[in-house]
């Protein structure tokens, strides 16, 4: 190094007049680090020491090589004393969080990790990184996702540039992912707050805390500052963002309630409660638990002939790449006796039965030969009728599986839902002979009709303990209704159900939201999907609503997917025109959404579109071929419909003849679907659709396509 440089000890001093003489041993120590010899590196840096004591650069590359060592206790130590001396040395505090994190639960370490937040942000972005996602990590496990979300962020403003793409793509991922409700996805922006000269440098102090990912000292700040300024929604928002973004779950949803309540703004009200309650049911008394319990099993073989005679317990099909986890049976078990054939062609939802709990049968893998049964079941009652159900049909088979003192093992937690949600989740149970037919009759009847009067009729905590329907009479829970609706749209976006929520609107008085216009100066990426949900489209340009529209296809809502690319390919020629290979896929996408909110006869109109717009824009006979394999998988639904055997018909005659892979596809698809082959009565020309087609036989290369068919 240059003599005159600042040094790398941290002290502020020029090398010569600092550690000069042992800048040797120092890089030698950096390279025993760099080739992962941790104890080598310790062996130098024990050495240097004796003579060193209060070097900090040695102190904290022997803290660094301790814990590549897995020594966290003894970094731990070392880095506590010389932090009594120097309590604001940046990487001393950076790695003492590191080695906190590995001995104790994340929750427990918060406080020394926030400390290196402010500490060490600055001074060493990369080992806050480190801390930050492992933040995220914890998060993610424990269900909190907006302040997984929220870290993530963190990581991304001090990561490297090559790391910072991984850590993006991770955000759009998370954006993406349907399975959590999508007011809590994505961006949510602090609202503008402009304090009082007295209260202007708490506020300053907050943003401070804020900046440094410190989110829970920042809402203790902020909650002193409320006391002064009581009526601010908007500082109640900002502190149970803040909240939210730190995992405390229930402070996070008392905040934004109260921000709701004191919000002016209709539509800003709503946004906030909506949040508020999806958080509020996060809470554990809004919960129930799905209970898992363990038996020790006399002989599986005897076992499995008697669950098989019980007539409430169904024997699932196990799935053909079933991982090597010794499952040999699965059960479902039923709250009435499984149907005959003849009950489920005329089942209805008040017939059908319903699956209270599952059963799962081990043999273990290895020398120890134990076998072993798994009961699982909503905790109360259905777990209680399961276990009896259980215990009568195994007899004396089973016994419950003890711990090493001879007590039996508790039972155990295997994950939670909402009770609200329970009330509208679908618990009818299909026995594996029942018909494609029966299955999603019953499905769309309960989707469509049986979900929304269910929900009408549920009480909400969020409402006060009212129904919707009760709530809809008081015009003081206007705000909350119009949020619990929200909240219901995003439970059937999970499902992959799109809700026409008009009706429930006029049957409940709650006014349509306001739309949004659009600018060029808006950046997208902060809009939540609540707002892109109100968002103008029809006067916006092609440029600025395919932004729109790309926007929409990350956060997968059902709703704006399906109205933005039917928008896309209706009313939008020039872009569809500039974007073929994007139109092509839209037709396939909404053809998607409309399969799985059942409207199958939408779905159809998509599939056929699709295929026109291909055939008139000259696609290779591969591209034709995937439309109409698309339609026979979609109406394999229905296979006593005469539609699915006619265009099984079409493709064996006109695609078949041509490529005969197809017609050895579909020979395999019809006979699992267990029907009788259209074909093998059809009056069928062998060369009916011409001269077998080979690749050679297009003039576009399709090398790079894939044929897909259904197997």
């Excluded at 149907?339 to 059963?359: H, V």
């Excluded at 679908?426 to 269910?454: C, G, H, M, W, Y």
């Amino acid at each position: 190094m240059d003599s005159y440089a600042l040094c790398p000890c941290g002290s502020g001093k020029k090398v010569k007049f600092c550690c000069q003489a042992i800048m040797p041993e120092m890089a030698k120590i950096e390279k025993l680090q760099e080739n992962n010899q941790p104890r080598m590196a310790l062996q130098l840096i024990e050495k240097l020491l004796k003579e060193h004591n209060d070097n900090p650069w040695l102190i904290n590359q022997r803290g660094i090589s301790l814990i590549a060592d897995h020594r966290n206790e003894e970094a731990r130590d070392s880095l506590v004393a010389y932090l009594r001396q120097s309590p604001d040395n940046p990487l001393s505090n950076a790695l003492l969080a590191l080695a906190m994190t590995e001995l104790e639960p994340i929750d427990q370490c918060k406080k020394v990790i926030h400390r290196a937040f402010l500490k060490s942000m600055t001074a060493e972005p990369r080992v806050v990184a480190v801390l930050a996602s492992r933040l995220v990590d914890y998060f993610l496990a424990n269900g909190k996702d907006m302040a997984a979300r929220q870290h993530m962020a963190v990581v991304l403003r001090l990561e490297s540039e090559q790391e910072r793409q991984q850590t993006l793509l991770a955000m759009l991922e998370f954006d993406s992912d349907t399975s959590v409700p999508y007011p809590l996805r994505g961006a949510h922006p602090l609202p503008p707050y402009q304090p009082s000269d007295e209260l202007a440098p708490q506020v300053k102090k907050a943003q401070r805390l804020y900046v440094h990912a410190c989110f829970s000292e920042a809402a203790d700040l902020l909650e002193q500052i409320v006391q002064k300024d009581p009526q601010s929604a908007e500082l109640y928002h900002t502190i149970g963002l803040m909240r939210a973004w730190d995992g405390d779950i229930p402070r996070a949803a008392t905040a934004l309630h109260q921000a709701a309540k004191l919000y002016q703004d209709f539509e800003k009200a709503v946004d906030v409660e909506t949040i508020a309650q999806l958080l509020q049911r996060q809470n554990s008394e809004n919960n129930i638990p799905v209970l898992s319990r363990m038996f020790e099993v006399e002989s599986l073989s005897r076992l499995l002939t008697r669950l098989d005679n019980e007539d409430r317990l169904c024997r699932m099909p196990l799935q053909e790449n079933t991982p090597a986890d010794g499952v040999v049976a699965a059960y479902n078990i039923l709250d009435r006796a499984v149907p005959t054939a003849d009950e489920l062609a005329n089942a209805t939802l008040e017939t059908i039965p319903r699956s209270i709990g599952q059963l799962m049968l081990y043999d273990s893998a290895d020398a120890s030969d134990r076998q072993e049964a798994q009961l699982s079941a909503l905790e109360g009652e259905q777990m209680s009728e399961s276990a009896k159900i259980f215990a009568a049909a195994a007899g004396d088979l089973v016994k419950p599986l003890l711990r090493e003192d001879g007590q039996p093992i508790p039972d155990s937690v295997l994950q939670t839902f909402s009770k609200e949600e329970m009330a509208l989740s679908e618990a009818a149970f299909f026995p594996p002979q029942a018909t494609s037919r029966v299955r999603n009759r019953l499905r769309k009847q309960f989707i469509d009709e049986t979900v929304p009067q269910i929900w009408l009729k549920t009480p909400l905590v969020a409402l006060g303990g009212k129904s919707p329907a009760e709530a809809g009479k008081d015009s003081a829970l206007k705000v909350e209704l119009a949020a619990a609706l929200r909240v219901f749209d995003s439970f059937m976006d999970r499902r992959s159900v799109m809700l026409n929520q008009a009706p429930l609107r006029e049957q409940l008085g709650i006014s349509s939201d306001s739309p949004i216009s659009l600018s060029e100066e808006h950046d997208l990426n902060t809009f939540s999907v609540s707002r892109l949900l109100r968002l103008q489209t029809a006067e916006l340009s092609d440029e600025i609503f395919d932004r729109v529209l790309q926007r929409a296809i990350v956060v997968k809502h059902c709703g704006l997917g399906h109205r933005l690319l039917s928008e896309f390919v209706t009313s939008r020629p020039q872009l569809v025109e500039k974007k073929p290979q994007e139109a092509e896929q839209a037709y396939v996408t909404l053809a998607d959404l409309c399969s799985r909110s059942l409207r199958d006869q939408e779905a159809f109109e998509w599939l056929n579109r699709g295929f026109q717009f291909s055939k008139e824009n000259g696609n290779v006979f591969e591209t034709l071929l995937m439309w109409k394999m698309r339609e026979v998988s979609l109406r394999a639904r229905d296979t006593d419909d005469p539609e699915f055997k006619k265009v099984l018909l079409e493709v064996w005659n006109q695609y078949g003849a041509k490529l005969p892979a197809v017609r050895a596809r579909l020979d395999e698809f019809v006979r699992a679907l267990g029907i009788e082959a259209p074909w093998e009565n059809a009056i069928v020309t062998p060369g009916a659709g011409g001269a077998v087609w080979t690749a050679e036989d297009e003039q576009t290369s399709s090398a790079e396509k894939k044929l897909w068919l259904p197997d």
